[in-house]
């Protein structure tokens, strides 16, 4: 009886929130960002400070791929150092950011287009941490991850986001975590240095994928194949492209859409983020 309390208590206090939260695609890119302070994390601070604070953050990270679609529901979820290669002080970060098993089954009530798995195991990866310290750096605010059914067409991720549209009006911050353009095998790591360096095939697709954003064309972007060989190039696998396809399903019609970190990186990266509402 006190865990339905609580989440009574919990869900009440969303709905007495009122307002509309924003929907967040965010670029992550290397997982230095999240030690950084550079261009992409001050702004990232900057847009914590703008927006209303969220009773709780769920993030769909490039990062977390399954069989299924899962999301966590521990109290304490673990910190996950998914890569390799990086300086010692970066696999020390620990984000203690806490849980919320009653949203979790709550999200997962939401969805009815399949069965949303609760997940004691994974926790925050780094597509999720690495961001989320920057804009919440006291570790306050629960904190969860969705993961994305690396099986399923990306029409399936946007039916299913659009199933989540709720959790906006309870003051729920969804953030997609991903790259637009990401292809790791072609960057220029002679250029890694050089502000803004991009290939011809990145600036093309990075002003297209805008436009067609901007214009609510989400049919076209998720046929994003049909766009020719720049967007093969842009997303030769579409892990990193999903998160932002969850982001517009969870669009209205009187969203404000905008732009930040509007930048490439490394000639075959592209941080382009975007706020929608």
Partial sequence: MAKLSSFNRFISTLNNQGSLMPVLFIGHGSPMNGIEDNIFSNQWKELAKQIPVPSAVIVVSAHWLTHGTHVTAMEFPKTIHDFGG???????????????PELAKETAG????????????????????????HMYPEANIPVLQLSID????????????????DLRKKGVLIIGSGNMVHNLRLVAWNKINEPE???NWADEMNALFKKHISGGNHDILIDYEKLGNAAKLAIP???????????????????????????AVGGSLTMTSVKIG
């Fill in 86 to 100: 990086f300086p010692q002080e970066l696999f020390e970060v620990q984000y203690p950011a806490p849980g919320n």
């Fill in 110 to 133: 939401l969805v009815h287009s399949t069965e949303v798995g609760l997940s004691h195991e994974w926790g925050l990866d780094h597509g999720t941490w690495t961001v989320v310290r």
């Fill in 150 to 165: 690396y099986y399923k067409p990306l029409q399936y991720h946007y039916n299913l986001a659009k199933e989540l549209y």
């Fill in 197 to 199: 360096y991009a290939f």
């Fill in 237 to 263: 696998t579409p892990d990193h492209y999903l998160p932002l396809i969850y982001t517009l399903g969870l669009q209205n019609a009187n969203d404000d859409i905008s732009y930040f970190n509007d930048k």
